[in-house]
C-alpha cells in the first residue's frame, strides 16, 4: 500500500461509518477535509475537525504507521506545530509534536469497505505497460471525454510552465521565444536538443539582422550546426563556408558543440533539409511571430508553412551528394507536429498572459489534425481507447506519461472510477 491510497480515503471520505473516533476513544467529526497539499509539509491545510466537543481547524497528517512521524522527523519541524489529528493506517505507537503534547489519532483501516481495498490492490497489480490495460476498455464514453479534455488542459500548462521559464531568460522577447520553440521542435526527437542549442548559440538578435539574405540565414544555422568543418568540393557550400566565417567574426560568435545526428533517418528528415527550411521560413516571414498568432485557423497556420528547402537542396539531401531533382516541402504531417508542439502551446501561454481565455479555440485547432501515430498512441487503440483527433493523442500522451508511468492511478479519473465506482 501506498500513503496516496489514504489520502484518496481522506480527500474524498470513502469510509463506511460517519461516526468516527480516535484511538483515545473520542468521536471524530469531519467537518472539512481540508485542502490537499502536494508539496512539502503537512497533507492537508486548512482541515476542520471536531473532536469531543472541541472544534479544531489546522493541518492534517496521513501515515501509514504512526511510527512514520518520528521517522520522517516531523517532531523536530516547526511545520507540522498545526496538526489537529493524525491519520494513519496502523497505530503503532504514540505519537507526540515538538512541545511534548500527544496528537489525537485516527485509524483508518477500522473504516474502509474491504472492497474498496482489494479494488485498490487489484488496480496496482502490476501490468506489462499500464495498470489497468485490463479494464480501461470498461470506462465509459462521458467518463473518458471528460478526463481527455483534463489531461489536456494539464498538458498545456505544464508546457505554459517551460515556455515561461524560456521567455524569462529572454527577457521577455516573444519573437525570439518563437524561434527557440520552433528550432527544437524542426530537430525532432532524435536532434530536437541539439537544435534548440544551435539556436540559443545563434540568438534570434543576430539572426533577424540577416533575414533579408537568405545565404546569411543559412551560413548561420548550418555553421552553428558544425556542419561547415569538411571543406567538401562544392560551390554552394563553399559559399555558405565563406559567410560563415565573415558572420562569425562580424557577430564573435563561440565556438559550437552541437553534433546533429542523421543515422537511421529518412533522407526528407536530415537535418540539412529542416535546417534550410527554417532558414526560407524566416526570409519569407519576417514578421512570423505576428503571423502565427494572429492566424484564425489551423489551415491559415499550415499556409504559413507551405516553404521548401532552398534550391540547391532540389537536387540533394546532404552537402556534395546528387540526387533525382525533387522540392523539399515541409511535409503536412510535419507541418501538423509543429502547429500540435510549438504553435499551440505558444498560443496558448501568449493569450494567458494577456488574460485570454482561448482553449476552445485551441481545441478546434486540435481536432482539425488527424491522430498521431507513435508507440504510446499504439498501444492505446490496442486497448480499444478511442482516438479521433490530436486532441486525443495529445491527451492520451499526457496519461502515459505523467499518470500511468508514475502510477498515480489514485489522481486519475480512470483509476477512481475503476476503485470506486458510481
Known sequence: MQEDFLHYIWQYQKLLSNTLTTVAGENIQVLNVGEYNTNSGPDFYNS??????QVWVGTVELHLKSSDWFLHQHQNDAAYDNVVLHVVWEDDVAVYDRYNNQLQTLVLKNYVDEKLLLSYKKLLQKKNWINCENRIDSIDEFTMSFWKEK???KRLERKSLVLQSRLIELENDWEALLFLVLAENFGLKLNSDQFLQMAKNVTFKIFKKEFPYLINLEALLFGQSNLLNDHVDDVYYKSLEKEFKYLKQKYQLKESLVSLQFFRMRPAGFPTLRLSQLAVLYHQHQNFF??????????????????????????????????????????????????????????????????????????????????????????FQELAVKTRSAADTQALIELKTRFCDKHKCLQCEIGNKLLYPS
Open 151 to 153: 489531461l489536456l488542459v
Open 48 to 53: 476542520k475537525v471536531c473532536i469531543g466537543t
Open 290 to 379: 505576428s503571423k502565427v498568432i494572429e492566424a484564425p485557423s489551423i489551415n491559415e497556420l499550415r499556409k504559413l508553412f507551405m516553404v521548401s528547402a532552398s534550391e540547391y537542396w532540389d537536387t540533394h539531401y546532404t552537402f556534395g551528394k546528387n540526387s533525382v531533382k525533387r522540392k523539399k516541402f515541409l511535409s503536412k504531417p510535419f507541418v501538423d507536429l509543429l502547429i500540435i508542439n510549438a504553435i499551440i502551446p505558444l498560443r496558448f501561454m501568449y493569450a494567458k498572459k494577456n488574460g485570454i481565455d482561448n482553449f476552445e479555440e485551441l481545441l478546434s485547432f486540435y481536432n482539425s489534425v488527424k491522430p498521431e501515430q507513435n508507440v504510446i498512441v499504439k498501444r
